[in-house]
């Protein structure tokens, strides 16, 4: 598979679970550097290029892409989340229309809150690694589907979509991961670029899938970095921050979770790559703007 032994490498690697870092300090350095951070109520409700929404669901990930009024979801959060996913996608961003849902990888902390989603607006189309998976929430999701005439596609690397002027890219999908008990592994991988700004979505994506990406020569710099696994200290590896670059790297995970994440290896890596960490525990949903030039974020609004 082209991944020269490193993955396992990175496998002996794995850190250990340490104390929650507070990363206040590298937030105001990036808010002085990289982004002017605006709280909720003091964005302009227009939008006239493209907005990431990362919501904050807990120990999961949910992100919302808009663009010249289209809209795709990545990922729903886990299910004891899906009244605020709900909510915001009706009440706060009143979507009636989602072109794409994303279902990165088949468990529940990411596709628990996609039936709501699902049932909030219709959908044009569902991107997935697999189309079959025992679990409540998968049948959940897929019924949905089902019901509204959304169809389910697996992706490959290479596949284009247009979101506005938005291009969307799959850098990876590894469907033959979930056979080798690697579901993780199997995230679908996406890189959103717009005018001058990019984005990566990872996923839940390990350091078998950096690696595989590296080998293909898949095109990783980026200005926001959505981190994988919600930091867990098997990705994020050192080879694939260098190329990635990001100034921004958000991460999606819930407050004193059982697992350790963000794991202090990641953010130390982070930061040896000069990136700012913006993280849903700390502040909450937050929201990037771009205008295809410049980046800039508020945050603040809490899931209830």
Known sequence: MGTNGRPEQARRKGGSPVKKIISILAVIVFVCVFLPLRFPGTASDSLTGLRVHFLDVGQGDCAIIQCDGEAMVIDGGPKDASQYVYAYIRDTLKLTHLDYVVSTHPHGDHIGGLAAVLNAVPADLVL??????DSRDFRSMKACAARQGAALAVPAAGDVLQLGRAVVTVLHCWPEAIREGRANDASIVLRVDFGKTSFLFTGDAEDWSEYMMLDAGAC?????????????????????????????AVISVGEGNDYGHPHGSVLRRLASVNCTVLRTDELGTVVLESDGNSITARAGARAQ
């Open 220 to 248: 990783l710099r980026a200005d926001v970095l959505k981190v994988s696994h919600h930091g867990s200290g098997s990705a994020c590896t050192g080879e694939f921050l260098q190329a990635v670059q990001p100034k921004c």
């Open 128 to 133: 997935t690694p697999v189309t079959e998976w």
